[in-house]
């Protein structure tokens, strides 16, 4: 078994070797085929944060992906002041909820993402997290939606236009959502004549109480 050292420098460890935090409180899913991916066209360039006792603080799903794949071993860099049990679930949390907070260049992801598709080395996008379904929503026109996402030429009050990335089983519960607010009838308060937009608010109202 390799010995953890007390300073930060990269070792490679056996996956084995490795203790993933018992109370993790990120899950896995979906998202671990996709790392899989990942790793096996740019590799691991990311290493597993862990305490001196080899238990991991960050990267519990590049790990499981990594033995998904019967990686050898992975980089490690073993922090002894993750010891101190705040800073460790400081860490753990921190490590998460960082990447929530960053936002999109929607115009700049979509472009990279077009570029990389037309790439001869880069069969489909799932190795960087997406698949053509996405891109396919990231680029389609008002047009593509039908009659009812578009409006009249001269519309009543203030128009705003908002645009979402949605999964496909997000995209049908959300069509499944408005269908619904549609059967409850006419929307005889609203000056938008987008029948969408007045269902979607409908929901939110509902949400808001």
Request: glycine share 6%; hydrophobic share 35%; proline share 5%.
């Amino acid at each position: 078994m390799s010995k953890a050292k007390s300073h930060k420098k990269i070792q490679h460890l056996r996956p084995d070797e490795l203790h993933p935090y018992p109370n993790n409180p990120r899950p896995d899913g979906a998202e671990i085929s996709a790392i899989e991916k990942s790793l096996t066209e740019y590799g691991f360039n990311e290493p597993i944060i862990c305490d001196s006792k080899l238990t991991v603080c960050s990267g519990h799903k590049r790990l499981k992906a990594a033995k998904n794949l019967g990686m050898a071993t992975v980089p490690v860099i073993v922090n002894p002041d993750l010891d101190d049990p705040g800073k460790f679930l400081g860490y753990l949390i921190a490590a998460n909820r960082t990447a929530e907070l960053a936002t999109w260049d929607e115009g700049l992801r979509t472009d990279i993402l077009l570029e990389l598709k037309g790439l001869d080395s880069l069969d489909d996008l799932t190795s960087v997290g997406w698949d053509m379904s996405a891109l396919e929503s990231f680029t389609a026109s008002e047009s593509d939606f039908g009659t009812d996402f578009s409006l009249n030429s001269d519309p009543k009050g203030d128009i705003i236009t908002m645009s979402f990335a949605l999964t496909t089983s997000q995209g049908k519960t959300v069509k499944n959502a408005i269908q619904a607010a549609h059967q409850r009838g006419d929307y005889n308060n609203s000056d938008n004549p987008n029948k969408n937009a007045n269902a979607l608010e409908r929901i939110c109202e509902a949400y808001c109480g």
